[in-house]
Nanobody, 111 residues
Framework: QVQLVESGGGLVQAGGSLRLSCAASGSIFSINIMAWHRQAPGKQRELVAR???????NYADSVKGRFTISRDSAKNTVYLQMNSLKPEDTAVYYC?????WGKGTLVTVSS
């Protein structure tokens, strides 16, 4: 059984930084796309960033220039470095690998 476990969420002041991690365990091999999504209160879940096995990245316009996604394929781990955080970044952040999803980690940015 495949499990994705996120870590690194928490409370931070506006302008601060956080680094999220997501590690996969179980029988999962050759993961092509790893991604981070988020869901703010009362809003739909949205894609934040994704990275392919070849290192190509895509970002939501709202986080470009502030967030950086990276991966360690040998460890089946994906990271999200979040800088210059804004209150509107407050959300539960979920990682996804292929069809698997983590349970989410809460990021709260205070003004």
């Amino acid at each position: 059984q495949v499990q994705l476990v996120e870590s690194g969420g928490g409370l931070v002041q506006a302008g601060g930084s956080l680094r999220l991690s997501c590690a996969a365990s179980g029988s999962i091999f050759s993961i092509n796309i790893m991604a981070w999504h988020r869901q703010a209160p009362g809003k739909q879940r949205e894609l934040v960033a994704r990275i392919t096995s070849g290192g190509m990245t895509n970002y939501a316009d709202s986080v470009k220039g502030r967030f950086t996604i990276s991966r360690d394929s040998a460890k089946n781990t994906v990271y999200l470095q979040m800088n210059s955080l804004k209150p509107e970044d407050t959300a539960v952040y979920y990682c996804a690998m292929e069809s698997y999803w983590g349970k989410g980690t809460l990021v709260t940015v205070s003004s």
